[in-house]
């Protein structure tokens, strides 16, 4: 009676033990296409993604959790995210407008409207500006905070006489400069100012090179792009 009984318990605990070492599965909605782009905040405790059906999505970093879904668009993209160094906002590009964020609160802020496709969107590491350009040829300075615009301006005006599709934009580490790059016109570097004013004359600090591009990114020393 005294085995059955040990046997009884002995059953009993692994069973316990079984359940208790279930992994609990849990179904996340999240995009219903193909994800764009996706970034991890400054804390590293939440991550963004973007997709082509429109959305946009903020999931906690280490438990998977979906936090917040935002549908943006319906048929046109969300494409490139992107956190301020000072883990304020979060930047969405789409068609005709970007998108802002709370990055702690994952609430939308704002959206602000752009000529056509918004292919990148990039905020300086001082978090000061957010630099954009897209499809118009154009890039595009805001603020940040306020997001009144300082500078808007064809980076290649002066050497093609039209406005080039711009399909990448990348700033380097130091905060020194910014990079524009199109598949048809180039790249183009600009030196970004100290000063707000002063973002009226950038043209003058452009350099250029006719190495065609889909994207660009600087190596983590900023000596090379």
Request: charged share 15%; aromatic share 12%.
């Amino acid at each position: 009676m005294l085995k059955k009984s040990i046997f009884l318990l002995l059953l009993l605990g692994l069973q316990h033990l079984t359940y208790a070492q279930k992994t609990e599965l849990v179904v996340q909605n999240g995009h219903s296409g193909g994800p764009n782009s996706i970034a991890l905040s400054i804390d590293q405790q939440i991550l963004c993604t973007s997709s082509g059906d429109g959305s946009v999505v903020f999931w906690e970093a280490k438990s998977g959790l979906q936090l917040n879904k935002h549908q943006l668009t319906n048929g046109q993209g969300a494409t490139s995210v992107n956190f301020s160094k000072d883990g304020k906002y979060v930047v969405v590009t789409s068609e005709g407008f970007i998108a802002l964020f709370n990055a702690k609160t994952t609430n939308l802020i704002k959206t602000i409207p752009v000529e056509n496709f918004n292919s990148a969107a990039v905020f300086t590491p001082d978090s000061k500006y957010l630099i954009s350009c897209g499809w118009s040829g154009k890039v595009t300075v805001w603020t940040t905070g306020d997001w009144k615009q300082v500078a808007s301006f064809n980076p290649f005006e002066e050497v093609y006489k039209y406005n080039a599709y711009l399909s990448t934009l990348t700033i380097s580490p130091d905060g020194k400069e910014f990079v524009v790059g199109s598949k048809s016109a180039g790249i183009a570097s600009f030196t970004i100012p100290t000063i707000a004013e002063n973002w009226t004359a950038i043209l003058t600090t452009r350099k250029f090179k006719e190495t065609l591009t889909s994207k660009l990114a600087y190596v983590k020393n900023g000596n090379y792009l």
